[in-house]
């Protein structure tokens, strides 16, 4: 295993709250914290390999580990930080922040395991070389 840890953001994207986020309480229900983070792992995954999503081996999130800070109300909109804390054969764990867009409040942390895995087989295959690189 081959861990590394880059304590530098390797991807930011901000993401505006939307009404349909909201759950009964009027703020942002707990399954948009995942999309959030989904939406800036297909970003960040799309900014240095367009066709990640075509190719024969595929990420799978095989954990994720939430720690709910602060409530999100609307308006609003969110900055996504990810950092990459390790890099295995064929996973990968992005730690990451979700914070408000100036800054001043932190909404959410933790962390998500990513494993590729070939399409076909279903089996673990080692990290492309691209994701390799992508980390600092």
Not at 12 to 21: A, E, H, S, Y
Not at 54 to 63: D, H, I, K, T
Not at 88 to 108: K, M, P, V
């Amino acid at each position: 295993m081959n861990d590394t840890a880059s304590p530098q953001p390797v991807f930011q994207f901000l993401i505006p709250v939307r009404w349909g986020d909201l759950d009964a309480y009027n703020h942002v229900n707990n399954a948009s914290y995942l999309r959030y983070l989904e939406e800036t792992r297909v970003q960040w995954l799309c900014s240095f390999i367009r066709d990640w999503d075509a190719m024969r081996a595929a990420p799978v999130l095989a954990a994720v580990q939430i720690n709910y800070r602060a409530p999100i109300g609307w308006p609003a909109e969110l900055i996504v930080t990810q950092t990459v804390s390790r890099v295995g054969n064929s996973s990968l764990t992005i730690d990451h922040r979700i914070e408000s867009a100036d800054g001043r409040t932190l909404h959410a942390d933790g962390h998500v395991v990513l494993v590729w895995i070939d399409r076909g087989s279903g089996k673990t295959v080692p990290l492309p070389e691209a994701f390799r690189t992508a980390v600092p």
